[in-house]
């Protein structure tokens, strides 16, 4: 069973949950890893519209081969409501939940959102690499705060974007003349990193691949198996 730190309790109001951000984001460490990384997970949500149950899902992934090691899926109840910048308290508790099934804990973590890529700098992946105590670094589809020049079109290129003067993230090719995605460093990890390990993760190893990161991407086939019934959810 993987262990995550029980830092605050989730039955928060609004309010609350901003105070709880400008609280925790002193607590966030931008910084190189410690030693490479052999295992990845990519977590990922998905929602009906106008509903509130959460499908919640983890994919394990050896790092050198991109082979599945592991899943887990959750399938529970939203406790906080759909309030941009404070998405975090609507996803994270199920997304705990999948990690506490896992009996890999996985070396880094990447997540389909946001770091310090946020207004108070304390996105999906920043806020859950606090409770989670390990690497993790979120890779979004579309950008959240921020500005930055289009990168140049070959797999690879990559131009920072920035906020108040301040680099939060990079957009990234990760295909020739596709859209970017948007990588910004969450908790224990740095920039360079974060993009580095993004581009490791592409399912050609070439440029073949997809647009997504395959941690990521996999587990949004995940969630979406759970939220049609195609999936149950892990025990």
């Known amino acids: 069973m ?4 029980p830092l605050h309790d989730w039955n928060v109001s609004p309010t609350e949950a901003v105070a ?54 959750v399938v529970s109840t939203a406790p906080f409501p759909y309030i941009p910048g404070l998405l975090s308290f609507r996803e994270i508790p199920s997304l705990l939940q999948a990690w506490a099934k896992l009996s890999i804990e996985p070396d880094v973590v990447m997540f389909d959102g946001h770091g310090i890529a946020h207004p108070r700098r304390i996105g ?27 990168p140049a079109p070959e ?13 939060i993230g990079a957009a990234l090719r990760t295909k020739n003349k596709v859209n970017p995605v948007f990588v910004s460093p969450g908790h224990l990890i740095d920039l360079e990193t974060a993009i580095s390990l993004t581009l490791q993760c592409d399912g050609g190893r070439n440029g073949t691949g997809y647009r997504l990161p395959e941690p990521t991407r996999r587990a949004h086939n995940l969630v979406n198996a759970l939220r049609k019934g195609e999936r149950a959810s892990t025990v």
């Open 2 to 5: 993987a262990h995550y730190l």
């Open 20 to 73: 709880l951000q400008q609280q925790l984001r002193s607590q966030i460490r931008i910084e190189p890893l410690a030693e490479p990384p052999k295992t990845i997970a990519g977590c990922d949500i998905s929602f009906n519209k106008f509903e509130e149950t959460v499908y919640a899902g983890i994919v394990v992934l050896r790092l050198d081969t991109l082979e599945t090691i592991e899943e887990a899926g």
């Open 124 to 150: 999906i992946a920043s806020h859950a690499g606090l409770f989670l105590n390990r690497p993790t670094f979120g890779c979004g589809k579309s950008v959240l705060v921020g500005k930055f020049e289009e």
């Open 155 to 167: 797999r690879g290129s990559w131009s920072p974007m920035m906020h108040y003067r301040e680099v």
